[in-house]
Nanobody, 122 residues
Framework: QVQLVESGGGSVQAGGSLRLSCVASMDTACMTWFRQVPGKEREAVAGIKSTGGSTLYANSVKDRFTIFQDSAKRTLYLQMNSLKPGDTAMYYC??????????????????WGQGTQVTVSS
């Protein structure tokens, strides 16, 4: 069983930055950040494949968010710049035991963190 622990959420004004972190207890194949607001489906924000480093980004965050990892520390990061009120959500770290590509579907992930809240005010 892989445990994922997120941190780094908080409140920031529009245009500001935050960095989310997710520490995994074991190696995983793909890791992705999802976000969810009440009443809406969970959506993939950015993901990365551990081997090779291929990435996936939602169109809404391209050029603003960057996903990267420190494999030695089993830590996944999400650098979020130029934040907008529309980025307000609970952010979740998810990991897959195996993957051929970085999937944006929650059903393809085996493990989930507890979530960290990001609030962006205008």
């Amino acid at each position: 069983q892989v445990q994922l622990v997120e941190s780094g959420g908080g409140s920031v004004q529009a245009g500001g930055s935050l960095r989310l972190s997710c520490v995994a207890s074991m190696d995983t194949a793909c890791m992705t950040w999802f976000r969810q607001v009440p009443g809406k489906e969970r959506e993939a924000v950015a993901g990365i494949k551990s081997t090779g480093g291929s990435t996936l980004y939602a169109n809404s965050v391209k050029d603003r968010f960057t996903i990267f990892q420190d494999s030695a520390k089993r830590t996944l990061y999400l650098q979020m710049n130029s934040l907008k009120p529309g980025d307000t959500a609970m952010y979740y770290c998810a990991a897959a035991r195996a993957c051929f590509y970085v999937s944006g579907s929650p059903v393809n992930y085996d493990y989930w963190g507890q979530g960290t809240q990001v609030t962006v005010s205008s």
